[in-house]
């Protein structure tokens, strides 16, 4: 059972470099989401979708991309990085009206 | 706005002993739900228990119940006989039925001393 399977699970960047965090889930969920992890702030939201080809910004947008080709992938790209990106980064999905499915998260280091 | 309040960054509790985690929200929604997630040290996500707004009764899911009332718009969480593996964080988190998206409260830590 994959479930939501993130890539990478570490990663190191250099200020103004950029990257891409890799999402996939296989239980056919229309709804994706990333949220980023600071310590004392709980899980924020950066974006989410609810169906390929649909995304939406969440409470903590900037600096972030998103797209949703298809039902399985939802990738967060991270055009410039700053130190401010810094943190752990979790990406989501739920059945309609259910729990969210975590991936097992993605520690990321912006020097 | 929605919002989460956990006023307990950190919480002991002896092993074999029940404790109980605080929840409050905030919502204009007559039709929600309230979920508790435990995170260990390795990291995951792990879904423990929901409730929904309609609930005539608490949830409960093994050792897990949650003690909900509706008037103070609270949903606390109730560990019982606590075990060394309980050792976490724990987040509140709420979606409201009509919304698309959940919202987190900050975490408790909750420590079980042997």
Known sequence: NAGVTQTPKFQVLKTGQSMTLQCAQDMNHEYMSWYRQDPGMGLRLIHYSVGAGITDQGEVPNGYNVSRSTTEDFPLRLLSAAPSQTSVYFCASRPPLGELFFGEGSRLTVL | ?114
């Open chain 2, 1 to 114: 706005a929605q919002k989460i309040t956990q006023t307990q960054p950190g919480m002991f509790v002896q092993e074999k002993e029940a404790v109980t985690l605080d929840c409050t929200y905030d919502t204009s929604d007559p039709s929600y739900g309230l979920f508790w997630y435990k995170q260990p040290s390795s990291g995951e996500m792990i879904f423990l228990i929901y409730q929904g707004s309609y609930d005539q009764q608490n949830a409960t899911e093994g050792r897990y119940s949650l003690n909900f009332q509706k008037a103070r718009k609270s949903a606390n969480l109730v560990i019982s006989a606590s075990q060394l593996g309980d050792s976490a964080m724990y987040f509140c988190a709420m979606r409201e039925n009509y919304g698309q998206n959940f919202v987190f409260g900050p975490g408790t830590r909750l420590s079980v001393l042997p």
